[in-house]
């Protein structure tokens, strides 16, 4: 039997990739429907490539025919065979092999199945949290399966790309030292140094640009990243990253050259052929107009500042706004005259729990102009001063926002694309654009500390250095510095992003000052990159992208644990292995732990 086995495996060939009658083949797979007729049986066989149709016939197979009808769904044989086409009426149109079938002369079941948890089949509606409880069923289904064929092209399109390019791929390591990235570390204990811990990275910023002081030039890695913090659709525990990192480059030369690598992986993985080179906005310019540094451009719909019209009105609300230091903005929403006063209070609602707006008004544009009960405030001169400047027809609605300038743009920017999504506004297409001239330093507006935009790495223009090296200027300035970095948003959502860096020790300890970073604590937390930076560090760049994103993004699924073989759930759980888990009592101890939640006791 085992040479049978071995005679089936290496001449096999997909279920797929059948097409003409008269050979002989060689399968194996797994029963994805059965039907017993009798003296016939009829099962579907699966494996990676697609399905055929196997017949199992009595009068042809004897004693041997009686096992077949035990075969079961998602029972494991191997088939020895004919191909012949089916009669006319039986064919098949669903199926790429569906015009021929593969009539069984020898066959072994390998493997029966117990009763499925769910059907794999179109129809199955098992949810979500069932699926990952049984992955590796869920991962048989064709959606799943294509999605993880379609990463593993992704990423071969990447190597591929990036080798012609010159890109040497480096693998970074995973325990490394604990320094502070924007997100909780996972830590993980030494036994060999008690008290000390390791922490998986965040990223390998770090290391990446190490290996631009070493000399490489030119580094890639798709790496796995973690980042202990809450979860949602476009987050997960651990994710992965394709990583970048180029020396004696400037921005131009970093977007040219990833506008080339991903208008290659599109067109060879999603037969998609996009235009190069990507517009490019600032990131004040998307600010103002999107209320977001991630812009969806798909569609227009601009945030518009009205606080000159706001300021002839007599509004108190917007003129109390605007004597804080606030800003009044408003926008235009095509054909919104719809929505009724249920919507109206149901998004009113929805902006103060969710961005601190105070309130909504708005006005609809009616045979007679903008009308509503917030426009007696306004003289008609205003009114229609505001409407040729929102360019608003009748039939469509306007929402109006005046706050502090971050709540203004939040409450309007998440309302741009709400309404853009409700109102079938957005065109299916896609739309890259580069997010660019972000600040270096970003003021909490309750506390007014400033903390980086990005990271602490990120080199700031060099028109801005004498803001930066004059404590006096910075404590007026510091705020005004422009960064050296760039996103790339497609559609809406950040696929990732990058800048050039800080490749000398001096700029680099003066953007920890800024940032409350003394010299003690920059020598513990980063002293090794410091010192790398006084032995010759070249002038470099890079950038980092989230493949899951990118992924779920193109393939259009709601979440990236669509595209991972095996995530999380929102709560940071694997149903299927049951963890995160206690351990033993005696792991704890060696690890010198000690923990205050219930540990397992294995001495009973």
């Given at each position: 039997?085992?040479?049978w086995f071995?005679n089936v495996?290496?001449?096999?060939?997909g279920?797929g990739?059948?097409?003409?009658?008269?050979e002989s083949?060689s399968?194996?797979g797994?029963a994805?429907?059965y039907?017993?007729?009798?003296?016939l049986?009829?099962?579907?066989l699966?494996d990676?490539?697609?399905?055929?149709q196997?017949?199992?016939?009595?009068?042809?197979l004897?004693?041997?025919?009686?096992?077949a009808t035990h075969i079961r769904?998602e029972?494991?044989?191997?088939i020895?065979?004919?191909?012949?086409n089916?009669?006319?009426?039986?064919?098949?149109?669903k199926i790429?092999t569906?015009?021929?079938?593969?009539v069984?002369e020898?066959?072994?079941?390998?493997?029966i199945?117990?009763?499925?948890p769910?059907q794999l089949?179109?129809?199955?509606e098992?949810g979500?949290e069932h699926r990952?409880?049984y992955r590796?069923?869920?991962m048989?289904?064709?959606?799943?399966?294509?999605?993880l064929?379609?990463?593993?092209?992704?990423?071969?399109?990447i190597?591929?790309?990036l080798?012609?390019e010159e890109f040497?791929?480096?693998?970074t390591?995973?325990?490394?030292k604990?320094?502070?990235?924007?997100?909780r570390d996972f830590l993980?204990?030494a036994?060999?140094?008690?008290?000390k811990?390791?922490?998986?990275?965040?990223?390998p910023?770090?290391f990446?640009?190490?290996?631009m002081?070493a000399g490489?030039?030119?580094y890639?890695q798709?790496v796995?990243c973690?980042?202990?913090?809450?979860?949602?659709?476009?987050?997960?525990?651990e994710?992965?990253?394709?990583?970048?990192e180029?020396?004696?480059?400037?921005?131009?030369?970093?977007?040219?050259?990833?506008?080339?690598?991903?208008?290659?992986?599109l067109?060879?993985?999603f037969?998609v052929?996009?235009k190069?080179?990507?517009?490019?906005?600032?990131?004040?310019?998307s600010?103002?107009n999107?209320g977001t540094?991630?812009p969806?451009?798909?569609f227009d719909?601009?945030?518009?500042d009205?606080?000159?019209i706001?300021k002839?009105?007599?509004?108190?609300?917007?003129?109390?706004a605007i004597e804080?230091?606030?800003r009044?903005?408003?926008?235009c929403?095509p054909?919104?005259?719809?929505l009724?006063?249920?919507?109206?209070?149901?998004?009113?609602?929805?902006?103060?729990?969710d961005?601190?707006?105070?309130g909504?008004a708005?006005?609809?544009?009616?045979a007679?102009?903008?009308k509503?009960?917030?426009s007696?405030?306004?003289?008609?001169?205003?009114?229609?001063?505001?409407a040729?400047r929102?360019?608003?027809?009748?039939?469509?609605i306007v929402?109006?926002?005046?706050d502090?300038?971050h709540?203004v743009?939040?409450?309007?920017?998440?309302?741009?694309?709400?309404?853009?999504?409700?109102?079938n506004?957005?065109?299916?297409e896609?739309?890259?654009?580069?997010?660019?001239d972000?600040?270096?330093?970003?003021?909490d507006?309750?506390?007014?500390?400033l903390h980086?935009?990005?990271?602490?790495?990120t080199?700031p223009r060099?028109e801005?250095l004498?803001?930066?090296?004059?404590?006096?200027?910075?404590?007026?300035?510091g705020h005004?510095?422009l960064?050296?970095?760039?996103?790339?948003?497609?559609n809406?959502?950040?696929l990732?992003?990058?800048?050039?860096r800080i490749?000398?020790?001096?700029?680099?300890?003066?953007v920890?000052?800024?940032?409350g970073?003394?010299?003690?604590?920059a020598?513990?937390?980063?002293g090794?990159?410091?010192?790398?930076?006084?032995y010759?560090?070249?002038?470099?760049g890079g950038?980092?992208?989230g493949v899951?994103r990118?992924?779920?993004?193109?393939l259009k699924k709601?979440?990236?644990?669509?595209?991972?073989?095996?995530?999380?759930?929102?709560?940071?759980?694997?149903?299927?292995?049951?963890?995160?888990?206690?351990?033993?009592?005696?792991?704890?101890?060696e690890?010198k732990?000690?923990s205050t939640?219930?540990?397992?006791?294995?001495q009973g």
């Amino acid at each position: 039997m085992h040479n049978w086995f071995h005679n089936v495996f290496s001449s096999r060939i997909g279920c797929g990739e059948l097409k003409k009658a008269g050979e002989s083949v060689s399968l194996a797979g797994w029963a994805f429907r059965y039907r017993d007729q009798g003296g016939l049986v009829f099962v579907d066989l699966r494996d990676r490539t697609g399905i055929v149709q196997v017949v199992f016939d009595r009068s042809s197979l004897g004693d041997a025919f009686d096992a077949a009808t035990h075969i079961r769904a998602e029972t494991v044989l191997a088939i020895q065979g004919k191909v012949r086409n089916r009669s006319a009426e039986t064919v098949n149109p669903k199926i790429a092999t569906g015009k021929i079938e593969v009539v069984a002369e020898k066959y072994e079941i390998i493997n029966i199945s117990k009763p499925l948890p769910f059907q794999l089949d179109e129809f199955s509606e098992a949810g979500e949290e069932h699926r990952l409880k049984y992955r590796y069923l869920d991962m048989r289904r064709d959606e799943m399966k294509d999605t993880l064929i379609i990463r593993s092209k992704l990423n071969q399109a990447i190597r591929q790309y990036l080798e012609k390019e010159e890109f040497i791929e480096v693998e970074t390591p995973i325990l490394i030292k604990s320094t502070p990235e924007g997100a909780r570390d996972f830590l993980v204990p030494a036994r060999l140094s008690p008290g000390k811990f390791y922490a998986l990275p965040q990223s390998p910023q770090l290391f990446k640009q190490i290996l631009m002081v070493a000399g490489l030039e030119r580094y890639f890695q798709i790496v796995k990243c973690f980042r202990d913090e809450d979860l949602r659709a476009d987050r997960q525990p651990e994710f992965t990253q394709l990583d970048m990192e180029y020396s004696f480059v400037d921005e131009e030369m970093i977007i040219k050259s990833l506008e080339g690598l991903w208008s290659h992986v599109l067109k060879k993985v999603f037969d998609v052929k996009v235009k190069v080179p990507f517009p490019s906005i600032t990131y004040q310019e998307s600010m103002e107009n999107y209320g977001t540094d991630r812009p969806d451009l798909r569609f227009d719909m601009k945030l518009v500042d009205i606080a000159d019209i706001a300021k002839k009105s007599s509004f108190q609300v917007f003129h109390k706004a605007i004597e804080a230091g606030g800003r009044v903005k408003a926008i235009c929403v095509p054909g919104g005259a719809v929505l009724s006063r249920k919507d109206i209070d149901d998004l009113t609602a929805w902006v103060g729990q969710d961005f601190g707006a105070k309130g909504l008004a708005w006005m609809k544009h009616e045979a007679d102009g903008l009308k509503s009960a917030v426009s007696k405030f306004f003289t008609p001169e205003l009114l229609e001063e505001m409407a040729k400047r929102l360019k608003t027809k009748v039939g469509d609605i306007v929402f109006f926002a005046g706050d502090r300038p971050h709540i203004v743009n939040n409450t309007l920017g998440n309302l741009r694309l709400r309404l853009g999504k409700q109102l079938n506004l957005i065109p299916d297409e896609w739309n890259f654009v580069w997010v660019r001239d972000f600040p270096l330093f970003e003021r909490d507006p309750d506390t007014g500390t400033l903390h980086a935009v990005h990271h602490p790495f990120t080199a700031p223009r060099p028109e801005d250095l004498p803001i930066l090296n004059d404590p006096e200027r910075f404590k007026k300035e510091g705020h005004t510095i422009l960064s050296r970095a760039y996103d790339l948003v497609l559609n809406g959502t950040e696929l990732g992003g990058g800048s050039i860096r800080i490749h000398d020790k001096e700029t680099q300890s003066t953007v920890f000052r800024a940032l409350g970073v003394g010299e003690e604590e920059a020598r513990q937390k980063f002293g090794f990159l410091l010192e790398a930076l006084e032995y010759g560090a070249p002038p470099h760049g890079g950038v980092a992208f989230g493949v899951d994103r990118v992924l779920m993004l193109l393939l259009k699924k709601g979440s990236i644990r669509d595209v991972i073989a095996f995530p999380k759930t929102q709560k940071g759980t694997d149903l299927m292995s049951d963890c995160p888990s206690p351990v033993a009592i005696e792991q704890l101890r060696e690890l010198k732990i000690r923990s205050t939640a219930e540990a397992k006791d294995t001495q009973g």
